[in-house]
């Protein structure tokens, strides 16, 4: 089953997952979390451009790190999701406070951000999680996988720690300041 399962992980343009293999095959579907585990020490034991990562709850392939500015020629694009800093912070608030109200992101940013969210809501970085149960019942603000996609996590708990931003930024006290409003 190895192969097959080799092929839809190619072939497949989200990550995929048990419940998809479940609706692919009519009986008896291959384990992924097995079938990838194989894959990934045939991927580790030879010479090969890609590898396997688990990325919203799912597995995709991906070409290593190494090779990327290859394959970036041949595809002539950047590869990179594009943000403002606005947008960067915006989405750090959202992955860090969801789900969140933009009164709670511009309370922490200091500036209004309805721009910024509805770049992030097109982009389909984050999602409309639904109303908060305050006065006005606001919009609630969350991440989507194709965020987990873009950033190569699995789940949010893979985000870094506050704490630990903080101890790589300490030669930094701008940016210090901007993470102790995080807290």
Partial sequence: MN????????????????????????????????????????????????????????????????????VRRLLNKTGQLHLSQAALETLSIIAYKQPISRSDIEAIRGVDCAGVLKTLLKKTLIKIRGRDEGPGRPLMYATTDEFLQAFGLSRLADLPKLKEVAELLEEQPALTEQIDAFK
């Fill in 3 to 70: 192969p097959i399962v080799e092929a839809l992980l190619f072939a497949s343009p989200e990550p995929l997952t048990q419940k998809k293999i479940n609706l692919i095959f009519d009986e008896d579907p291959p384990n992924l979390d097995t079938c990838v585990e194989a894959l990934t020490e045939k991927y580790m034991s030879g010479d090969f451009g890609i590898e396997i990562l688990c990325v919203a709850g799912g597995y995709q392939i991906r070409t290593k790190p190494e090779h990327d500015i290859y």
